[in-house]
């Protein structure tokens, strides 16, 4: 069994998972789910979980990952649990440099800028507001801070993953 703790939205969860004959088993802090998992593509992945079906798309950044659920984003960062117990010990503690980023989670274009440098955020905060796909996403600070950069503008077109507000 592996065990990780994921960290999305100021929000710290326990993931233990494990595989055996009867499929894949993934805890999620108190609870329990049978996962049926396919990768479709080196990104894209089919999850059928307690029944229901979710498409998952996984884009790595620098920071964090940024899980697109059924189109939806989450910024989440993943630690296997024993390698920070062991970071911990030895005295590191968070390797992070105290900066957390909001990334385009695919290509599209910036509809709206919420927040500007020197605003304050708090976690689940809309920063700004990407269209990609004929729809419009509202990606939120993952954490409590300053808005130190906003690296956009209105009406450009970003990339996936490239990296849209920078926050302290």
Partial sequence: M??????????????????DREGLHVRLDDREYPVDLLRVDPSLYSLL???????????????????????QPFQVEIQEEQQRRLRAAAGKGETKTGKRIVTAPMPGKVVKLLVKPGDAVQ???GVVVVEAMKMENELKASTA??????????????SGGEVLVVIE
């Fill in 123 to 125: 976690p689940g905060d």
């Fill in 145 to 158: 801070g300053t808005v130190k950069e906003v690296r956009v503008e209105e009406g450009k077109a970003v």
């Fill in 2 to 19: 592996m065990t990780y703790i994921a960290t999305s939205g100021g929000r710290e969860h326990r993931l233990d998972v494990r595989q």
């Fill in 49 to 71: 979980i307690g029944g229901r079906s979710y498409e998952i798309d996984v884009l790595e950044t620098e920071e964090a990952l940024v899980v697109l659920v059924d189109g």
